[in-house]
């Protein structure tokens, strides 16, 4: 079932539990998400961004289309940290049901005139829009970038800026980076100011660079009020780790069905600790009440 952002967080934002997120850069990764998500009846949002778009194409979205077409989980199909308002109306045409307008590295006037842009055109479409204010950090090891230093999301400011431009979900900067954390980085992440972004604004709050966090600050961000995280690193990590495993075993392997039964059984296994993790397991059901 496909469906928009706003229609899909406004039953998690209600009972309490996150959405997974995650990028999707291949047929592997799809169908590595697409198995595990009706397995464990959870709505998903499947993702990429500007690059991972630009290098799959209009071809995956497409095949993202028919596996919501063909299945009773709700689906979402996102571009994360839309670069420019080219790229919003090229993934809109595409066939996208939701846009993020990443213009968090502008000045707030700035960001505020390009959101309500890519807003006008993008409901039009009945597609929902997500932004972004303060900043995600960076590890240093991930094609969705970031910033050397977060710039946590003001509250005030936050409210303003919903108010302003019409947004359906707001990304916030609590202390989070894309990417994996290395070993001399350790996120700590600002659930205070979280708490407050919850009790001050009133669309569901979306949180970036959800890969290699501790699972217990994890899942206390989702009971304070996060309805959606975003994974990308960890499920590649496990994906092309177990490919590297398989073609080392197996010089003589050339056949992808050969190789990516292996990888994808070692994603799935990610991508159902998160689902565990984000409570959005058996939850399909809320969206046929």
């Known amino acids: 079932m496909l469906m928009n952002m706003k229609e ?5 934002d209600e009972k309490g539990f996150a959405v997974p997120a995650f990028n999707i850069g291949s047929d592997q990764l799809l169908k590595a998400v697409m198995q595990q998500v009706k397995e464990m009846k959870s709505p998903v949002i499947l993702e990429m961004s500007p690059d991972e778009f630009n290098f799959v194409e209009n071809s995956l979205v497409q095949s993202m289309i028919y596996e919501a077409s063909k299945t009773d989980v709700p689906v979402v199909i996102h571009l994360d940290h839309g670069d420019k308002y080219e790229t919003v109306v090229r993934a809109i045409q595409a066939g996208f049901t939701s846009v993020m ?4 590295k502008l000045p707030y006037e700035e960001n505020i005139a390009i959101t309500q842009k890519v807003c006008e055109v993008a409901h039009l479409a009945n597609v929902s829009v997500e932004s972004e204010l303060g900043t995600i950090g960076t590890t240093g090891n991930s094609i969705e970038g970031g910033t050397t230093g977060v710039i946590y999301t003001d509250p005030d400011q936050a409210k303003d800026f919903v108010e302003k431009t019409g947004i359906d979900t707001l990304a916030v900067a609590i202390g989070t980076a894309h990417g994996i954390y290395p070993s001399d980085m350790k996120p700590e992440l600002r659930l205070d100011i979280l708490q407050t972004l919850k009790d001050t604004l009133d669309i569901p709050l979306v949180l970036h660079g959800g890969s290699s966090n501790k699972d217990e600050e994890i899942a206390k961000a989702v009971k ?5 995280i975003n994974i990308s690193s960890d499920i590649k990590v496990a994906f092309y780790e177990k490919c590297r495993e398989v073609l080392n075993a197996h010089p003589e392997y050339r056949e992808p069905l050969e190789i990516y ?8 296994e990610v991508i159902a600790h998160k689902v565990n993790l984000f409570d959005s397991a058996d939850k399909v059901k809320y969206y046929y009440e």
């Open 8 to 12: 899909l967080l406004k039953v998690a």
């Open 101 to 104: 307008i990443d213009a968090s």
């Open 224 to 228: 304070i009020g996060i309805s959606k």
């Open 261 to 268: 039964p292996e990888p994808i059984k070692a994603c799935r």
